[in-house]
């Protein structure tokens, strides 16, 4: 499901305008963004939290040249579903 399909659905669910409904989608991950971005979780207690995961620096190696490589440290963006919805997949 792609943007345009996920507002259309909500629009239709709750009889509101897809304008409307696509500037709260917008909005959501707009503050899911900013809260991961400043460190914080984002949890829904029927869905799932959002946090954020540091990967350590580490060795690599360049593939085509086989070079040793370095791979600095970065932050990555995590999701841990809840039971709720684990047992509506299952």
């Known amino acids: 499901m792609n943007r ?3 507002v259309a659905a909500i629009a239709e669910e709750t009889d509101q305008t897809l304008i409307v ?4 989608v917008d909005s959501l991950f707009s503050v ?3 809260a991961l971005a400043d460190g914080e979780e984002v949890v829904h207690a029927n869905f799932g939290k959002f946090h ?4 350590k ?3 690599g190696r360049n593939p085509a040249t086989g070079e040793a ?5 970065k ?3 995590k999701f841990k579903p809840r039971k ?4 509506a997949l299952n």
């Open 4 to 6: 345009k399909e996920l």
């Open 21 to 24: 409904v696509g500037g709260v």
């Open 32 to 34: 899911i963004t900013d």
């Open 52 to 55: 954020v995961q540091r990967s």
């Open 57 to 59: 620096a580490r060795k």
């Open 69 to 73: 490589i370095d791979i600095a440290a």
């Open 75 to 77: 932050n990555h963006a």
């Open 84 to 87: 709720v919805l684990k047992d």
